[in-house]
């Protein structure tokens, strides 16, 4: 836990601790803290020239300076050896102060710890385990630690050195006596205190009396309490005084001239005011950064020099000690207690970040610096606790705005109180220093939050770039085992993880400062995660289990970030909208849902060319497939096959989009039905035109002319209608029987295709109830219609085509031509038979009755076509109509076969139109006049008593219908008929 954040404060770039400065004492305690790094002191830099020993050795003098006692008598030197001579040999005659002199062998709760929540010292917790021993004690035992001695142990000071030192206060406290320490220049004082023959040798006495010189220098000429003008003659002769001492030592007795000069120059500086006259206070430590550097050595020296993760039991004490060099240093309350907060700040930060408490205790003081910054203006306070606030916030930003690499559950309870101190230090500069926030209303802006938000966005950044890292790494790392996750899909698990741990560990603590920390973060995570997501979608050209991984991956994580964001929101005025709006959809689904349409668009696509390329090559065999057409087969196969793998398509969404490949697949079967029909003609394609309506006799000389000429416009025409067939015998009338079972084969296969469809769905993820109860979507629309047609069409196209091509040389070329009774139906009714027989064995039977009565249905038309509209060839008398009648019985039982054929009911439906119109043909002819006049008439009304007008052919042959008594009239053999129609029409006799 002491590395904690040892690897982030050694990039500061900051110097160690000199382990030279402590004792064998405190060996233990340096080596445990020895890797920390304390911060640069944001008082500013002194060790350019004066080194951290100068400081601390000058701070203690000042120390035992300040605390001496200003009462006046002489002080009487008491050794800490219990009577016994000096380290020096002087007598042992010195006293200090009764705060000084105090025994600490049981000293009481400290107030500051109490308040603060300091623990105590687990390794010397009262000055009687102190007492033991000291540095350079030689393990002698000893009386109990004075508060004094506890300050000399503190700070790692000889007792040879403590005891110079005291010797030349008494010096000059005898010689001044009643003079305030805080009127004389110390340096200056003990520079004429001492020679040479006070140290153990030269050397140390240069360096000693360097020291106090650099103390000077620092002190009046490099940080003055009142700044110095170049030309003031003062600083220069004590500039010159200074750089000729540095490089040769000087006599420092009192009446010396180098240290008259010296005096001289010194107290011309120190005892400068503001307003000009002479200060009662000698200015020579009390100049910034100066004062503070020696004033946070000296509030250093509260930490167990044994434990230095611990502040000594005697802090109120030494404290109390501490506070006397006020008067000397310049110092205030305001400046102590941003030392104070400074000092137990680095501490935590030197030691290795082990004692949160130190960090605790640091926020507390925070909260008088808060109170102080507000009640002052002083712009030299305002840059000093800029600069101190700065360093603590800057050090703790380093933590906060990566926290993820910062902390863990191990740590978490010192992620709180460096939060706390951040803020805290944020809301001093910012509401107290900062003048930009002064000139807003104080409401617009809350600094914990914006703070928090953007140490929440920043280390979320900072999360998803390293899981983003380490997620291509993975992927690279298993690039050659099957089937490895992509990127996105490893990074969408990692990211759920981090939200999920950050909603656990980190929110919970941010949300003191920030209500909605959870919902921020997840809000930056959606948008970093979106981001990724949309360059991969844009660059995704088919559906790939890749690219189906990657967005089911980002769809989950979404909606469980979404989750997350309402959850910490639910209590917020917006109820969430406003992190919810952070939070542009990924739109997986959707992204998902354009590739399968576009896998289905593929699909659909491919199996229409199929269609074309295949029916091309289709033969219609009957003797293959059972009757149907293998491209049938195979299509229906495609089309299970594109239903499996659409299934197994691991998508989300298969109920949703599974209308859109149905509605494809729906079209390209009825594409083939349409193209499998194509070229087979219709009804309309085989009814031959009829011929113009003529008045002609059987027996005319010129018959056999009109049949020639009749034979040979029926085989143009029907060479016409039939050129459309592409010439092959794909279209012949068992090729169209094959048509039409493979229709009926498809519609058939259709309901198992949708019932394997409602399995599939059942074995879908993504299913509901509804999806089962709802047909649509799930069935074909277009096909069974499609088959249903094209089987009728294709039915009457084959019974057409059989009456009146396949047996036109039988029917219309052959039934009633010449003499009725010498062309009667039965050759018809033989190639008939044979051809349904034929057509039977073809048809799938449950087509087949639908066949056989669209065939039957031709016949009685061609029956009716060749009585109505036969041509010239033929003509009936009175007589003949029961040739006619028996003839079409003959046809009728053709198709009741006995009771074996098409259903009574059946014969009878169709047999309607040539029942009511044969007996006009064994009709009066007067009669028969007589009725097309009346209804010819009625039809035309009074435009028709001139002249009747030729009623135009309908086809709808009826005997109520004028042109179809017309017709029967013009195929009358007798005078009667030929009369009236020459009358009436000037249709000939005779051709």
């Known amino acids: 836990m002491a590395s904690l954040f040892r690897d982030r404060s050694l990039t500061l770039g900051q110097s160690k601790r000199e382990s030279s400065r402590f004792t064998s004492a405190a060996a233990a305690a340096a080596t445990a803290t020895a890797t920390a790094t304390a911060l640069p002191s944001p008082f500013g830099d002194l060790t350019s020239t004066l080194s951290a020993a100068d400081l601390r050795d000058t701070a203690y003098e000042i120390f035992l300076a300040a605390c001496r006692t200003s009462s006046g008598k002489p002080l009487t030197y008491i050794s800490s050896t219990s009577g016994a001579a000096s ?5 042992s005659s010195l006293s200090s102060s009764p705060s000084m002199q105090r025994s600490i062998t049981s000293t009481a709760a400290s107030k500051v710890k109490k308040a603060f929540g300091l623990r105590s010292s687990s390794n010397l917790g009262s000055g009687s385990k102190r007492s033991e021993g000291s540095p350079s004690s030689g393990g002698k035992t000893k009386k109990p630690l004075t508060v004094g001695e506890l300050m000399r142990v503190q700070m790692r000071v000889s007792e040879t050195v403590d005891s110079r030192i005291r010797k030349a206060l008494l010096r000059i406290s005898a010689g001044q006596v009643g003079r305030k320490v805080e009127s004389m220049v110390l340096p200056l004082e003990l520079l004429q205190q001492f020679k040479s023959s006070d140290f153990t040798d030269q050397e140390e006495y240069e360096a000693w009396q360097r020291r106090n010189l650099k103390i000077l220098e620092a002190g009046l000429l490099k940080h003055p309490h009142l700044p110095v003008e170049k030309s003031n003659i003062a600083s220069q002769r004590l500039r010159q005084t200074i750089n000729g001492a540095l490089e040769r030592a000087i006599e420092t007795g009192r009446n010396n001239e180098s240290m008259q000069i010296l005096r001289s120059a010194v107290m011309s500086l120190a005892s400068r005011s503001s307003d000009g006259s002479l200060a009662e206070v000698a200015h020579w430590a009390d100049g910034s950064p100066l004062n503070l550097r020696l004033y946070e050595i000296l509030l250093e020296a509260l930490f167990d020099a044994n434990d230095e993760t611990s502040i000594i039991e005697e ?6 000690l501490i506070k006397k060099t006020w008067p000397i240093l310049g110092i205030n309350q305001m400046l102590h207690n941003i030392c104070f907060s400074w000092v137990l700040f680095n501490h935590f930060v030197a030691t290795g970040q082990v004692e949160n408490d130190l960090l605790y205790a640091a926020d507390g003081q925070l909260v008088e610096v808060a109170k102080d910054a507000k009640t002052t203006k002083d712009p030299a306070y305002s840059k000093i606790l800029s600069s101190t606030l700065s360093s603590i916030l800057g050090w703790a930003e380093k933590r906060l705005l990566a926290y993820h690499d910062t902390f863990d559950r191990g740590n978490i309870d010192s992620m709180q109180v460096i939060v706390s101190v951040g803020v805290s230090a944020a809301k001093i500069l910012v509401e107290d220093i900062s003048n930009e926030y002064r000139r807003k209303r104080k409401g617009e802006v809350d ?24 997620a291509d790494s993975s992927r690279r790392a298993s690039r050659n085992q099957p089937n490895p996750l992509p990127v996105l ?7 759920g993880e981090l939200a999920a741990n950050e909603k656990a560990v980190f929110s919970p603590i941010l949300k003191r400062w920030h209500p909605f920390a959870a919902g921020v973060a997840v809000a930056t995570l959606h948008v970093c995660y979106g981001n990724e997501l949309k360059q991969f979608i844009s660059g995704i050209m088919e559906l790939t289990p890749d690219a189906v991984q990657v967005l089911r991956a980002a769809d989950k994580l979404e909606k469980d970030l979404v989750q997350i964001a309402v959850e910490d929101s639910v209590d917020s005025d917006d109820g969430g909208k406003a992190i919810i709006r952070e939070m542009p959809p990924f739109e997986a689904e959707a992204a998902i849902a354009n590739l399968v349409k576009v896998w289905i668009k593929t699909r659909v696509d491919r199996l229409k060319e199929w269609v074309d390329r295949n029916l091309q090559q289709e033969v219609w065999n009957p003797q293959a497939n059972q009757g149907y ?14 239903l499996d793998a659409y299934f197994q398509l691991p998508i989300p969404m298969h109920p949703a989009l599974l209308p859109d490949l149905m509605a494809g697949l729906d079209r390209c079967l009825q594409y083939y039905t349409t193209k499998a029909k194509s070229g087979c003609g219709s009804r309309s394609t085989f009814i031959p035109t009829m011929p113009a309506l003529t008045r002609c006799t059987t027996g005319t000389k010129f018959q056999s002319v009109w049949k020639k000429k009749e034979k040979a416009l029926n085989s143009q025409r029907r060479n016409s209608q039939v050129a459309t067939m592409n010439g092959d015998n794909s279209f012949g009338i ?12 498809v519609r058939t296969e259709l309901d198992v295709v949708e019932k394997r469809i409602i399995t599939h769905l059942r074995n879908s993820e993504s299913a509901h109830m509804e999806d089962f109860s709802n047909g649509l979507g799930k069935k074909f629309e277009l096909t069974p219609a499609a088959c249903l047609e094209g089987v009728q069409q294709l039915s009457e196209a084959l019974a057409y085509k059989l009456i009146f091509h396949d047996l036109s040389h039988v029917l219309w070329d052959g039934l009633y031509v010449g003499e009725p009774s010498s062309s009667r139906i039965e050759p018809f009714l033989e190639e008939l038979e044979q051809n349904l027989t034929t057509i039977s064995d073809i048809v799938h039977e449950r087509a087949s009755t639908r066949v056989v009565a669209d065939i039957m249905k031709a016949s009685f038309d061609g029956f009716l076509l060749v009585l109505l509209a036969g041509g010239p060839s033929r003509a009936f008398t009175r007589q003949d109509s029961q040739i006619i009648e028996d003839d079409f019985k003959s046809l009728k039982d053709l198709f009741w076969a006995n009771g074996d054929g098409l259903p009574t009911d059946l014969i ?15 009709a009066d002819t007067e009669r028969l006049i007589e009725q097309f006049r009346r209804l010819t008439l009625e039809t035309y009304g009074s435009s028709a008593k001139a002249r009747l007008p030729l009623p135009p052919t309908t086809g709808q ?10 017709r029967v009239l013009c195929y009358r053999n007798d005078d009667a008929a030929s009369k009236f129609l020459k009358k009436t029409y000037n249709l000939p006799k005779k051709l």
Not at 451 to 466: G, K, L, M, P, V
């Open 87 to 91: 380290a020096d040999g002087s007598p």
């Open 315 to 320: 802090v109120d004490e030494l404290m109390e």
């Open 447 to 470: 600094v914990a939050r914006n703070r928090i938000d953007t140490y929440i966005r920043s280390s979320i950044r900072t999360a998803f770039a390293q899981r983003m890292e380490k």
């Open 489 to 495: 899909a490893i990074l969408a698990k990692d990211v």
């Open 629 to 642: 057409a293998p491209s049938a087969v195979e299509v229906l196969r495609i089309i299970d096959e594109t």
């Open 734 to 745: 068992p090729q169209l029987c094959v048509r039409i079972n493979t229709f009926h084969r």
């Open 908 to 922: 009878n439906k169709f047999s309607t139109t040539a029942r009511d119109v044969l007996p006009l043909f064994q």
């Open 957 to 966: 042959w009826n005997p109520a219908d004028p042109n179809t008594l017309l």
